[in-house]
T-cell receptor, first 113, second 115 residues
Framework: IAGITQAPTSQILAAGRRMTLRCTQD?????MYWYRQDLGLGLRLIHY???????GKGEVPDGYSVSRANTDDFPLTLASAVPSQTSVYFC????????????FGPGTRLTVL | AQSVTQLDSQVPVFEEAPVELRCNYS??????LFWYVQYPNQGLQLLLK??????LVKSINGFEAEFNKSQTSFHLRKPSVHISDTAEYFC?????????????FGTGTRLLVSP
């Protein structure tokens, strides 16, 4: 089934540990995005990628890094997790950047203790 | 910078009653507007969008939204809600389509439909 997969579904992590959230899409979309969702704040863009090989910073990039080595994969890395990074993380993709519909993955629930 | 305001964090309503979820955006020369729905424990799904043309846009499950430029609003309405409409609804906006434009989301409105 075409779409976006994210792994893991949920994770509890000790502060200071490194963590990579995985995201894979099979729709051959050019653009991909990482959001975090927090109660009362809605979705905030962390990083994005217009196309393979390029990335950009969103609204809340600090403490996160991304890479886009190919079209399908867009991993998000927390180099040294902190409790404020406890959130639900959504990966999304769109055929072209901007106006086209963004398709969302099921999310990863991350708890940093 | 573009901003989107959803004043109602939660809207309780009885089944078969009408509902309106409010969304206002900051004024811009060009703006493109979206409503996304998030069912419990799922990702977001596009409900409807306004890009150009008719200011009234409709979804396949009975929701509609009207782009009102003078009031900078894009309120979502449904004349008769079902229990299955219980979800969180996010309004989102982006500006002109030149170059990469990031979606800006509102804080969401939780629609609670009870029997």
């Amino acid at each position: 089934i075409a779409g976006i997969t994210q792994a893991p579904t949920s994770q509890i992590l000790a502060a200071g540990r490194r963590m990579t959230l995985r995201c894979t899409q099979d729709m051959r979309h050019n653009a991909m995005y990482w959001y975090r969702q927090d109660l009362g704040l809605g979705l905030r863009l962390i990083h994005y990628s217009n196309t393979a090989g390029t990335t950009g910073k969103g609204e809340v990039p600090d403490g996160y890094s991304v890479s886009r080595a190919n079209t399908d994969d867009f991993p998000l890395t927390l180099a040294s997790a902190v409790p404020s990074q406890t959130s639900v993380y959504f990966c999304a993709s769109s055929e072209l950047a901007g106006l086209n519909e963004q398709f969302f993955g099921p999310g990863t629930r991350l708890t940093v203790l | 910078a573009q901003s989107v305001t959803q004043l109602d964090s939660q809207v309780p309503v009885f089944e078969e009653a009408p509902v309106e979820l409010r969304c206002n955006y900051s004024s811009s020369v060009s703006v493109y507007l979206f409503w996304y729905v998030q069912y419990p424990n799922q990702g977001l799904q596009l409900l409807l969008k306004y890009l150009s043309g008719s200011t009234l846009v409709k979804s396949i499950n009975g929701f509609e939204a009207e782009f009102n430029k003078s009031q900078t609003s894009f309120h979502l309405r449904k004349p008769s809600v079902h229990i299955s409409d219980t979800a969180e609804y996010f309004c989102a906006a982006t500006r002109s389509n030149t170059g990469f434009q990031k979606l800006v989301f509102g804080t969401g409105t939780r629609l609670l439909v009870s029997p």
